[in-house]
């Protein structure tokens, strides 16, 4: 862990205390239905467009950074997100419909331009742990966030929520002004990006990127089935609400005690290999349920889960950080942050629609696309494995050496 900047354990700081504070979100639509009097088509509606907005700050937040500054952009995002989200309370129901999507918006922008100031610090080589640090920084909060959370809403209001979200925000803004050199920006855009070596050429020459991106796409829309339709059908085999609550205690005691050893233990290992296990392990877990409905299967499906999320995305997260030449660093870590929450979005309905039309085929096509994702990912790693060592050999071959021998 010496390897880690002082510069991230603060970050790290500063991500607990918003994560613990940013918990609104878990209550929005007991807040839409209740206090605010909406519909639940209404609520669903705006809590819709809030993911829209915040998947799309995901996916844009790192262009603003390449152009602007990692650091500056992180700071104005946090602060537009901590102004508005502070300000729910005081604004008439109709216009929640515009302040909760550009929260949600900034606060895209803000996740893509931290992972990619912690890629900035980091040297190539400790980013894996690097960004250990920061995730289970943000699930320790997020650990107790929610009972903080319910805790403010049943003895004050709701509306303190988005008060203490506001401020959390703010003061993320504040303390990584504070913690982060201003000289780690990320700069504007440099010549070697205007003569072309622009996002997708530099993508395109990465073709394990490519197919990572689009690997943790797919899992995650299957990853996030345990916050939408896992729970119903938990309820439709006579499991209760405790029995879920405590299946994501499981989940967050994983995370918070192996996902940091594991990064460490792993962190000289094919990345590639890593994550690839870990998404076969994600459909190992909703394979699990095709032997029955149960208590048994749900504890190792949630378990499996665990397991390969903790394998996955620190990993996954880190090897897009390396593999971004400095001027696109933003776009890179965008594209992965914006993959890697697109379930947020496409989740529910679709796992939704397929429950609704035929409930035994969601576990099997869940389990087949995640095991598709995680050997898509393997055989990449292969690949690229095989086309480093053949570089290798290139570059030590003898310069009399005959074109056959360069060619292997």
């Known amino acids: ?29 007991l807040y839409l239905t209740g206090p605010r009097g909406l519909g639940a088509g209404e609520a669903g509606l705006l809590s819709g467009i809030g993911g829209v907005g915040l998947v799309a700050g995901n996916f844009t937040g790192g262009w603003f950074g390449d152009r602007y500054g990692h650091r500056r952009v992180l700071l104005a995002s946090a602060a537009t997100a901590g102004l508005v989200l502070a300000a729910v309370p005081l604004l008439p129901t109709p216009l929640l419909f515009a302040a909760l999507p550009v929260a949600e918006y900034a606060a895209g922008v803000q ?7 912690v890629a900035a610090v980091v040297p190539e080589g400790a980013r894996r742990q690097a960004f250990a640090v920061v995730r289970a920084a ?13 805790l403010v809403a049943t003895r004050l209001s709701y509306d303190w929520l988005y008060v203490a979200e506001g401020l959390g925000a703010l003061g993320l803004a504040c303390w990584t002004a504070r913690v982060v ?15 072309g070596g622009g996002l997708w050429p530099e993508l395109r020459a990465r073709p394990a990127v490519l197919v990572l991106l689009a690997a943790i796409l797919v899992t995650d829309v299957v990853y996030r089935q ?23 205690a499981v989940n967050g ?10 990064a460490l233990a792993l962190r000289r290992r094919s990345p590639l290999h890593i ?61 992965y942050a914006g993959a890697s929450i697109s379930g947020m979005v496409l989740a529910a309905p679709l796992g939704g ?48 050496s005959p074109p056959r021998a360069a060619s292997r």
């Open 111 to 117: 996740r893509a331009a931290n992972s990619t100031l």
């Open 353 to 400: 629609l397929v429950y609704e039309t035929a409930p035994g085929v969601l576990w099997p096509v869940c389990a087949g696309l995640a095991v598709l994702a995680g050997v898509a990912v393997l055989v990449a790693g292969r690949r690229s494995s095989a086309r480093s060592a053949a570089a290798r050999h290139v570059r030590r071959a003898p310069t009399g």
């Open 1 to 29: 862990m010496r390897d880690v900047p002082r510069t991230v354990w603060l970050l790290a700081c500063g991500t607990f205390a918003n994560s613990a504070m940013s918990v609104a979100f878990a209550y929005l639509f």
């Open 226 to 248: 345990q916050y939408s339709t896992f729970p119903v059908h938990l309820a439709d085999h006579g499991l209760d609400i405790g029995v879920y609550g405590a299946l994501l």
């Open 181 to 195: 050199p201003a000289r780690v920006t990320g700069g504007a855009r440099r010549k070697e990006d205007r003569n």
């Open 138 to 150: 943000g699930n320790g909060g997020f650990t107790v966030g929610p009972v903080l959370g319910a």
């Open 275 to 335: 994550v690839g296990s870990g998404l076969l392990l994600v459909g190992a877990g909703y394979g699990v349920l095709l032997l029955g409905a149960g208590l048994a299967t749900a504890v190792a499906m949630m378990t499996l889960l665990t397991l390969g999320e903790l394998l996955y995305k620190t990993t996954a997260t880190a090897y897009v950080a390396d593999e971004a030449p400095d001027h696109v660093q933003g776009r890179f870590q965008s594209l």
């Open 253 to 262: 005691g994983i995370l918070l005690c192996l996902e940091l050893p594991a």
